[in-house]
Antibody, heavy 117, light 110 residues
């Protein structure tokens, strides 16, 4: 059974960099069958795709976030990481990691990140 | 502002049928299949419908999906109190090269 577990600081100061990690168990990131995604949900709002990465290292980011986002993958640790720089209060959200083949099908539990001084 | 448009809320009494719409464009719904997610309070989204109208194992047949042109719909028949949740539509957008979502619809059982 595939499980995705997100982790990272729940509080980040404005202008700093948000860093989160997603650990994948029960599946092999190395299989190459999936893209590994980060998606966020601001309080009371809908879902917003941030970007994804394949185990080949191929990544793509949502246009409006591209200048601030880096997604990386460590197949030896079965981990996918997200870095979002120069954060503001508008980046306060629950951040989900999720697996996608033809659809985004399996989601992690979500990590709440608050941007505040 | 979400790329796909959903009504913010919908409601019904137990046993009723509720329908949620999801409107997009030719670059997203018009050319790709639609997925629906159910998000219970405080939980992560759960896959409900994929490829417009397919249910993963374990999803009751009370839930059904359809798509026509640049719009899609989710129907919940025999509404139950357990169905109170937010429902999100999603698809791939060929212009943005991104997964795009609706703003979510909160279903209330009155």
């Amino acid at each position: 059974q595939v499980q995705l577990q997100g982790s990272g600081p729940g509080l980040v100061k404005p202008s700093q960099t948000l860093s989160l990690t997603c650990t994948v168990s029960g599946d092999s990131i190395r299989s190459g069958a999936y893209y590994w995604n980060w998606i966020r949900q601001r309080p009371g709002k809908g879902l917003e795709w941030i970007g994804h990465i394949h185990n080949s290292g191929n990544s793509y980011y949502y246009p409006s976030l591209r200048s601030r986002v880096t997604i990386s993958i460590d197949t030896s640790k079965s981990q996918v990481s997200l870095r979002l720089s120069s954060v503001t209060a508008a980046d306060t959200a629950v951040y989900y990691c999720a697996r996608a083949g033809s659809v985004v099908d399996i989601w992690g539990q979500g990590t709440m990140v608050t941007v505040s001084s | 502002q979400s790329v796909l448009t959903q009504p913010p809320s919908a409601s019904g009494t137990p046993g009723q049928r509720v329908t949620i719409s999801c409107s997009g464009s030719s670059s997203n719904i018009g050319g790709n299949t639609v997925t629906w997610y159910q998000q219970l309070p405080g939980a992560a989204p759960k896959l409900l419908i994929y490829m417009n109208n397919q249910r993963p194992s374990g999803v009751p047949d009370r839930f059904s999906g359809s798509k026509s042109g640049t719009s899609a719909s989710l129907a919940i028949s025999g509404l139950q109190s357990d169905d109170e949740a937010d429902y999100h539509c999603a698809t791939w957008d060929d212009s943005l090269h991104a997964w795009v979502f609706g703003g979510g619809t909160k279903v209330t059982v009155v």
